[in-house]
């Protein structure tokens, strides 16, 4: 018996309207008005993190200037122009990916295709990602075509890195910036998404798979997937601490109590028992930089819970343990183990080295590099 294919989370709910878009609305909306009032650009610049929906909002956008009944600026789904644009290899919505196809030779090409008119659309939408890849003479070609495009022409560039953008190529588009989504935000996609799937999972296991995300959607969903196929549709806060490798919030705070009260017995007996319980000690020097910025956070921000998103009960003992301590201490304490993350990668002993950070934190000596 052949066995079922299994469709990652991410693509399995990748949105196919601009409502569906998450965390987008300030770019979602402006695109769907454009649409409504007929005023739209020739070419586009999308810039932003990994994913967090840029080349998912190219391709309803490209349904969407097409879409026969268009109400609403989103793509009805329905007309056999919008069924015809969701096929992969449909020959109205081009999708380049210019990390292979970053010769000036690929636009030339490209330049040449552009002169043919769409076929049972209105558009023909190309859709560059990761236009940063391209060669300075690619580069060139391409503005050409961009300044004198086709009217039945539309380009969608995308870019994580539009630094490297010429400033020729950025001028001939209406660019739109893409946010990382917050906690909160991806906390809610991956609820929605768990109750369509019948997956349990607490709320705690949850705000931790949306932490690791780090304000993308696709990174989140594939975190989830992940966990998903360790804990069998049942996620606990504990198994998503185990396949991730971070670190309890009371481990951390235990800790941080021990440098505080300057108890370098207590902090070399404590960093024994997690090497010993087979924690990685790299892991928990990164988790233990965050936790200073977090109660650096709870130290001097006024409405630290819209920063944080930890739990209540998780929160006021932050805030309890950021009181018995100065600003400088914790500033100190962070940028100690934030400054020896690469040398966390490479030492022979990670626990010497965390032994020695830890020392560092409580004498207020700067740990010597070699």
Do not use: W
Not at 90 to 95: F, I, L, R, S
Not at 239 to 250: I, Q, R
Not at 255 to 276: C, E, P, R, W, Y
Not at 302 to 330: C, F, G, H, M, T
């Amino acid at each position: 018996m052949a066995m079922s294919s299994h469709l990652a989370l991410y693509r399995k709910y990748r949105p196919q309207t601009f409502e569906e878009v998450v965390g987008q609305e300030h770019i979602t909306k402006t695109l769907a008005n454009q649409i409504l009032s007929g005023k739209i650009s020739h070419a586009y610049l999308f810039t932003g993190s990994r994913g967090v929906g840029k080349t998912s909002v190219a391709k309803i956008f490209a349904r969407a200037v097409n879409c026969e009944n268009n109400t609403t600026g989103s793509p009805c789904g329905e007309c056999e122009v919008c069924k015809k644009l969701k096929q992969a290899n449909d020959v109205n919505v081009v999708e380049i990916d210019a990390a292979s196809n970053n010769r000036v030779d690929d636009i030339r090409e490209l330049r040449e295709k552009v002169k043919f008119a769409p076929i049972g659309a209105k558009y023909k939408v190309y859709i560059i990602d990761e236009v940063h890849m391209l060669s300075d003479s690619a580069f060139n070609a391409l503005l050409k075509t961009l300044e004198e495009p086709p009217e039945y022409i539309i380009f969608i560039l995308a870019t994580t890195e539009v630094h490297k953008l010429p400033a020729t190529i950025i001028s001939r588009c209406s660019r739109f910036d893409f946010r990382l989504l917050s906690i909160d935000s991806l906390s809610k996609v991956l609820e929605g998404i768990f109750k369509q799937e019948g997956i349990e999972a607490e709320m705690d296991a949850i705000k931790l798979i949306a932490a690791a995300g780090e304000g993308s959607v696709r990174d989140t969903l594939s975190i989830a997937d992940s966990i998903n196929a360790y804990s069998g549709g049942h996620i606990t806060k504990e198994a998503v601490m185990k396949v991730l490798g971070t670190t309890d919030h009371e481990l951390l705070l235990e800790f941080f109590d021990k440098i505080i009260d300057k108890d370098l017995g207590g902090v070399l007996t404590l960093i024994n028992n997690i090497d010993a319980s087979g924690k990685n000690l790299s892991v928990f020097a990164k988790d233990a930089a965050k936790h200073a910025r977090d109660l650096l956070v709870c130290k001097t921000c006024l409405r630290p819970s819209e920063i944080l998103n930890l739990p209540d009960d998780v929160l006021k003992k932050y805030v309890a343990q950021a009181e018995r301590v100065d600003d400088k201490r914790l500033i100190s304490y962070m940028q100690t183990f934030a400054s020896s993350e690469a040398e966390l990668r490479y030492t022979l002993s990670t626990r010497l080295l965390l032994e020695s950070l830890a020392i560092a934190c409580i004498t207020g000596e700067e740990v010597k590099k070699n």
